[in-house]
């Protein structure tokens, strides 16, 4: 298992979903659709091989409609690309914390297998 390796690929396969721009770690300045892996967990259940758990940040608009309907029009799509990569346990709606104020976000874990 190789979590930069990991991160390069998530950003490859978020890039390649449409109104998405992967990145490996958390770009500078954030724009709706700006996405990048956060490792949320490394577990060992077998005592050998460890099974990382990534929590991606999806950037949403910052009206909270708007955001609303991006977060309804892409979470399928973005779960769908990240299928390859491993399995999406869950989406839910977050903030990420800026020193210009939060904005609002969409969060997936998605979990793969050693």
Do not use: C
Request: without cysteine; negative net charge.
């Amino acid at each position: 298992m190789s979590l930069t390796g990991d991160r390069a690929e998530l950003a490859d396969a978020l890039s390649e979903i449409e109104g998405v721009k992967g990145y490996k770690y958390r770009p500078n300045a954030m724009n709706t659709g700006d996405a990048w892996p956060l490792l949320q967990s490394l577990d060992n259940p077998e005592a050998g091989a460890f099974e990382a758990t990534w929590r991606i940040a999806v950037i949403l608009p910052s009206d909270e409609v708007k955001a609303s309907e991006w977060f309804d029009s892409h979470h399928e799509p973005i779960a769908d690309g990240l299928a390859d990569f491993g399995f999406v346990d869950r989406i839910e709606p977050g903030l990420v914390q800026t020193e210009a104020g939060d904005l609002q976000a969409m969060f997936l874990l998605v979990r793969r297998e050693a």
